[in-house]
Nanobody, 122 residues
Framework: QVRMVESGGGLVQAGGSLRLSCAASGSIFSINDMGWYRQAPGKQRELVAGITRGGNTNYADSVKGRFTISRDNAKSTVYLQMSSLKAEDTAVYYC????????????????WGQGTQVTVSS
C-alpha cells in the first residue's frame, strides 16, 4: 500500500508565505506526475500546480508567479512554496501522485493526501 502524508499548512496573514510538503511511502516502484489541488468551502476541488517526473510544471492562472511546485524524487516528496498569499487562497490543500507500485503488472494508481488546511487572514 501507499501512503501520502502532508504537512505545512496553517494560519498566515495576507502577504505571507507557507511551504507545504507531501511525502509518499510504501510499496512504490516509481512516481510519475505529482500535483497539488485545493478545495475551498462550497467550491469544487481545483488543480493548483502539477509537476512531471522530469520537472516540467504547470500552474493555475490564479497562482502563477506566487506559488512554486518542486519535487525530490529521491525522497518521493512534492513541495508547494506559496508566497504573497491572499485571502482567496484559503482552502484545504491536497497532494496527488500517479504511482507505479512494485506489483508491476498493475497499472499506476492515483493517490491523495489527507489534506491540510491553509487559512489566510486579510
Amino acid at each position: 500500500q501507499v501512503r501520502m502524508v502532508e504537512s505545512g499548512g496553517g494560519l498566515v496573514q495576507a502577504g505571507g508565505s507557507l511551504r507545504l510538503s507531501c511525502a509518499a511511502s510504501g510499496s512504490i516502484f516509481s512516481i510519475n506526475d505529482m500535483g497539488w489541488y485545493r478545495q475551498a468551502p462550497g467550491k469544487q476541488r481545483e488543480l493548483v500546480a502539477g509537476i512531471t517526473r522530469g520537472g516540467n510544471t504547470n500552474y493555475a492562472d490564479s497562482v502563477k508567479g506566487r506559488f512554486t511546485i518542486s519535487r525530490d524524487n529521491a525522497k518521493s516528496t512534492v513541495y508547494l512554496q506559496m508566497s504573497s498569499l491572499k485571502a482567496e487562497d484559503t482552502a484545504v490543500y491536497y497532494c496527488n501522485a500517479d504511482i507505479q507500485g512494485r506489483d508491476l503488472w498493475r497499472q499506476p494508481t492515483r493517490y491523495w493526501g489527507q489534506g491540510t488546511q491553509v487559512t489566510v487572514s486579510s
